[in-house]
């Protein structure tokens, strides 16, 4: 077992999960802790720079989805949390790395999404929204936003757009549908 008080002190979840500019958090084992290794506000890109083919990470991050609607933005805060295992992490790390991940996700409670990433590469705004919107329920957001950067996840941007323009056009009577 890791020691895990470091980053429950630290209260970044509740910072990246609540109103804080906090939008994404990478953690690490030091010795025998689990701690904060990075954090920040940008979006996907930010935090992919430190997720190194030789780091063991765990992470998690806001996504917020986002429906326009006569004049009403509502947002719905998605929380992701994933395990990072770089291309160059021996298979003992690995393993190690697995046996912290009840205590990490017990952490990052209330996440939306679990996600495994060996590949940065991997985690990109079109696979997060896919399988945000495959594990979502019938009311679906128009369109997700990452960190403060405000950009639009995944293909469903030029969509979206459309549909408020639609709307707005419209007079903002009815409903601009769902994208899907």
Known sequence: ?????????????????????????????DGDEMVVKHSGAGGLDEMKK???????????FRVDGVDKRGGVTSRRCKLVAFSFAGE?????????GRQHMSQVLKYFHGHHLKLDITDPDDL???????SLRSAGGAHQPQFFEFGSAGRLGGDVAAAASEAAAKAEADGGAGSPGLIN
Request: proline share 5%.
């Open 88 to 96: 160059s992490v021996k298979p003992m790390v690995r393993a190690q």
């Open 1 to 29: 077992m890791v020691d895990m008080e470091p980053v429950e002190d630290s209260k970044i979840w509740d910072n990246i999960a609540g109103d804080d500019a906090t939008a994404w958090c990478l953690l690490g084992v």
């Open 50 to 60: 430190h997720l190194k083919p030789d780091s063991m990470l765990f992470g998690g």
């Open 124 to 130: 990109t705004e079109d696979a997060v929204v896919g």
